[in-house]
């Protein structure tokens, strides 16, 4: 807010004795601030100190002499109450509840040191504002200004004369003027007069005037104008009656509402946004395609742009733009090859200048058969024995298996003796096929094999289908040797008269693989039948059975023959009985022969 207070003094004469005032010897500089002070300060309150002190140049010639000032004038200087001022102006608010804080005739004389620096201040020699705008780090041209201001210009003088008759009505003008290029709006005048002078008449060929409503109150007149146009002025009469002889004060203050105007700065800055479109799922082992559009959402232009297409963390694509303007979008066709299985985390962040970044992430579901295959059988058999294999299939993926081949394959040695329908035996192996296996489905193929050689015999399968997918399993069969005992019984004749003699012939023969363990044959003899005589081990009679000595180890392939001769003593038809034990294996064999005698 613009302001300026104007103070007149009054000389008061009474006929013989006449006492003088001055205003300061800064003519120049009082007019100065008069007219320009609104375009070189900001607002200013009535205690301002930059401003009390400053003076109205006097409108005669007379010499200035240093006024006294009047103890009781000081006593009397308070706040005028109750003037009718208009409430829905602040300033017009301000103006009626602010103190007044008149000068002394001692700061009248100092504010005249004062005109020094107020000349210093006008014949001082601005910095240039090109300097400045270089400063700055650009060129100052007309082209670049946004935004120029200029405030009125408010000149007020109090015109009358300077000494009045103690008891006579004394004739006072104030007068306005706006000698600017702007009107001023919310102008506010405020004069100020001692209560021992009694305002007579007040009018006005302008604007509204506040004035008090008796003597009591006759310390201060606002004069109001909602606008005062440019180039024009306005004019108040003041008829003043004083009864004491004492040099008075009409002290005029002003003020106007700012000047506002303003100038609209567009802030400019890019934003970088992503977008993704990649399909939910894919296949394993094709390619997926996809494409990212990176846009600027700002207002601003982006350089240097850098978009990173990751795969689960990993770098996999880059792409550049030099510069995206705002509005602009940039899209990148992205081919996806060789995705792994399961979820993959596809992450695109896009950079730029100045300090732009945003991420997108977007997850793709790879879905593809995952076959497994499973050989179950036994851990151990004993040589020459059956075994029996499971081959479980099953597909524990996302995606059905679709012409899946198997193969099985066992060691050398090994027979296979029965497999379901549909499985073929080829030159590579057992063959099966199936059309499809759905996601957790299971299928399973049997097949039976005997194991002949002893050690550890493998069945392998294997199995792959259209997508490739692959799956092995091994089952290993421990095959232990085993000793096997056979007992065979020849004769020399199977029938004889009484005192011929019989020959009988033991063929012990162990055709396992392994040695046999604690052989023993016993051989019981009819009673038409006596012993001659035994060979090939040594053996004994006991009622009737010859017992022959127990055999220790009988090697695998090995074969004992044990002789036994024989004397027909009398008829009968009762056959010879033969048994052969052993404890590795646990075997019995019992053999009977003919032995006939007539």
């Not at 559009?293 to 770098?315: C, E, M, Q, Y």
Request: charge should be negative; aromatic fraction near 4%.
């Amino acid at each position: 807010m613009n302001s300026l207070s104007v103070l007149v003094m009054i000389r008061i004469s009474n006929g013989d004795t006449m006492n003088q005032c001055y205003t300061p010897k800064c003519l120049f500089a009082a007019i100065f601030l008069a007219v320009l002070a609104p375009t070189l300060f900001t607002a200013h309150g009535d205690e301002d100190p930059d401003w009390q002190g400053l003076v109205a140049p006097p409108e005669s010639n007379a010499s200035p002499t240093t006024p006294q000032p009047s103890s009781r004038r000081s006593s009397r200087r308070r706040e005028v109450e109750n003037v009718d001022l208009p409430k829905d102006n602040p300033v017009a608010a301000e103006l009626a509840t602010s103190e007044a804080k008149l000068p002394t005739a001692a700061e009248f004389t100092e504010s005249q040191s004062n005109s020094a620096t107020i000349n210093e201040f006008i014949k001082s020699e601005p910095k240039p504002a090109a300097n400045m705008a270089a400063q700055a780090g650009f060129q100052l041209t007309t082209d670049r200004v946004l935004l120029s201001t200029n405030t009125p210009a408010i000149d007020i003088k109090v015109i009358g004369s300077k000494e009045v008759e103690v008891g006579q009505s004394a004739h006072f003008q104030v007068v306005v003027a706006n000698s600017g290029n702007h009107d001023a709006r919310g102008l506010f005048i405020r004069l100020r007069i001692p209560e021992s002078v009694e305002v007579q008449l007040v009018s006005s060929t302008g604007g509204e005037i506040a004035q008090p409503g008796n003597k009591e109150q006759t310390r201060q007149i606002v004069w109001q104008f909602d606008v005062l146009r440019s180039q024009s002025q306005q004019r108040m009469d003041l008829q003043l009656l004083t009864s004491a002889r004492e040099d008075f004060q009409i002290q005029a203050e002003w003020t106007v509402l700012p000047v506002n105007q303003s100038v609209d700065i567009q802030a400019r800055q890019p934003e970088l946004a992503l977008s993704i479109n990649a399909p939910p799922s894919a296949t394993y082992g094709e390619q997926a395609e996809c494409s990212i559009v990176v846009t600027n959402s700002g207002n601003g232009t982006a350089r240097n742009v850098v978009s990173d297409v990751a795969l689960n963390g990993i770098v996999a694509k880059r792409y550049e733009v030099e510069q995206l303007d705002e509005g602009n979008e940039k899209t990148f066709s992205v081919a996806l090859a060789e995705l792994p299985a399961g979820d993959v985390k596809l992450t695109v962040t896009a950079t730029g200048d100045p300090e732009l970044r945003k991420e997108a992430v977007q997850t793709i579901v790879v879905n593809r058969p995952e076959l497994n295959v499973v050989v179950e059988g036994p851990q151990s058999r004993t040589a020459g024995t059956r075994a029996s294999y499971k081959v479980r299939v099953t597909n524990s993926g996302t995606l059905s298996a679709v012409n899946i081949h198997g193969v099985l394959d066992v060691t050398s040695g090994v027979q296979v003796i029965q497999f379901p329908d549909g499985v073929l035996q080829q030159e590579e192996g057992i063959v099966w096929n199936f059309d499809e296996l759905l996601p957790g489905e299971e299928k399973t193929v049997i097949v039976q094999c005997v194991l002949p050689n002893p050690g550890t015999q493998s069945i392998s399968v294997g199995i792959v289908d259209a997508h490739g997918n692959r799956a092995e399993s091994v089952s290993r069969t421990l095959v232990k040797a085993k000793a096997n005992v056979h007992l065979t019984v020849e004769s020399t004749q199977d029938t004889l008269a009484v005192g011929d003699e019989v020959t009988y012939e033991l063929y012990l023969e162990n055709s396992g693989s392994r040695a046999a363990d604690q052989v023993s044959v016993v051989a019981q003899l009819p009673k038409h039948l006596e012993m001659v005589t035994t060979d090939g081990l040594e053996s004994t009679i006991e009622s009737g059975a010859i017992r022959f000595k127990t055999i220790p180890r009988l090697a695998a392939g090995e074969t004992k023959v044990i002789t036994i001769r024989t004397k027909a003593a009398a008829a009968g038809t009762d056959p010879i009985y033969v048994e052969l034990a052993a404890l590795d294996p646990d075997k019995r064999i019992a053999y009977e022969s003919k032995a006939d005698v007539r």
